[in-house]
């Protein structure tokens, strides 16, 4: 099995910056792809951005492309999601998730998540 806990949630102005945490612990060695989710009220969870454990292929969502960064530290198995420009509309609940194989932009393809950590950026 493997834990996932996300960290670095929190309330933040239009313009400003959050970096998200997400750190791996259990059987991180069959993890081979980890990505970042998000759910705002009413509507679905989202993809965000992702990346291949190794060699560190990136993915993102147009909408945040620019903006966020995804980056990992493999010696401590964390993922890190750095948010700059935050918009009102980044507004949501944040996941993280890891699956073994590629990279893939819908949710119900990600074996592992965490609990969630909760960004809200004001106007």
């Known amino acids: 099995q493997v834990q996932l806990v996300e960290s670095g949630g929190g309330l933040v102005q239009a313009g400003g910056s959050l970096r998200l945490s997400c750190a791996a612990s259990?059987?991180?060695?069959?993890?081979?792809?980890m990505a970042w989710f998000r759910q705002a009220p009413g509507k679905e969870r989202a993809f965000v951005a992702a990346?291949?454990?190794?060699?560190?292929?990136?993915d993102y969502a147009d909408s945040v492309k620019g903006r966020f960064t995804i980056s990992r530290d493999n010696a401590k198995n964390t993922v890190y999601l750095q948010m700059n420009s935050l918009k009102p509309d980044d507004t949501a609940v944040y996941y993280c998730?890891?699956?073994?194989?590629?990279?893939?932009?819908?949710?119900?393809?990600?074996?592992?998540w965490g609990q969630g950590t909760q960004v809200t950026v004001s106007s």
């Open positions: 998730a890891a699956r073994r194989g590629g990279v893939f932009r819908t949710a119900n393809e990600y074996d592992y």
């Open positions: 259990g059987r991180t060695f069959s993890l081979d792809s």
């Open positions: 990346i291949i454990w190794a060699p560190g292929r990136t």
